[in-house]
């Protein structure tokens, strides 16, 4: 099938600790894989990519690697802040150039 | 730095009646789509736009559906005859050019709730 399947939240960290959201997608080929946030209140912004297997996006401290081997897209963080707080979506296009989502994780920095 | 708009944030409607919902892509991209995200569920694609025309559309984007560029700016969603199960939180996004991993920008989406 063609899917996303991220880890279930919410996820409750302390500040400072280190984030691990899984990732992992079903597909034919090899997609583009995307990480977008969603911070309270607001729209879906796009936090990192990877195009090809092996490619490591990053922003803001975050990281992700593409895994072919293991199809997946596992988000990490070395220490996370109160700011970080949101909504994290895993996502992939697919072969229409729409985006195949993950169900979301919500994840709560505590001070 | 550009951005996608969408109005209205909030939109309160009674079942059965017709809702437009507005977006207002970057404006020099070339395609456009609409999400929605029903509460507590995973976001789906409705539909993509290209060359003032429906280039795919999503099993969900049945004839109550239909988008439409009426001028160089907007780009709307309308709902014929909402439901009770179209409440849910619509995104619009826009992407410059297809490509290898070209980033689609979304807007803050719309709550549509059908009462």
């Known amino acids: 099938g063609n899917s996303v399947t991220q880890m279930e939240g919410p996820v409750t960290l302390s500040e400072e600790a280190f984030l691990t959201i899984n990732c992992t997608y079903t597909?034919?080929?090899?997609?583009?894989l995307f990480w977008y946030v969603q911070y309270p209140g607001e729209g879906l912004q796009l936090l990192l990519k990877?195009?090809?297997a092996d490619d490591k996006g990053s922003n803001k401290g975050f990281e992700a690697t593409y895994r072919k081997e293991t199809t997946s897209f596992h988000l990490e963080k070395g220490s996370v802040q109160v700011s970080d707080s949101a909504v994290y979506f895993c996502?992939?296009?697919?072969?229409?150039?729409?985006?195949?989502w993950g169900a979301g994780t919500k994840l709560i920095i505590k001070p | 730095e550009p951005e996608v708009t969408q109005t209205p944030s909030h939109q309160v409607t009674q079942m059965g009646q017709e809702v437009i919902l507005r977006c207002v892509p970057i404006s020099n991209h070339l395609y456009f789509y609409w999400y929605r995200q029903i509460l507590g569920q995973k976001v789906e694609f409705l539909v993509s736009?290209?060359?003032?025309?429906?280039?795919?559309k999503s099993e969900i984007f049945d004839d109550q559906f239909s988008v439409e560029r009426p001028d160089g700016s907007n780009f709307t969603l309308k709902i014929r005859s909402t439901k009770l199960e179209d409440s849910a939180m619509y995104f619009c996004?826009?992407?410059?050019?297809?490509?290898?991993?070209?980033?689609?920008?979304f807007g803050p989406g719309t709550r549509l709730t059908v009462l």
């Open positions: 990877a195009t090809k």
């Open positions: 996502a992939r296009v697919d072969s229409n150039y729409q985006l195949i």
């Open positions: 597909a034919t080929g090899y997609p583009s």
């Open positions: 996004a826009s992407e410059r050019d297809r490509g290898f991993g070209n980033e689609q920008f």
């Open positions: 736009f290209y060359n003032n025309e429906i280039s795919e």
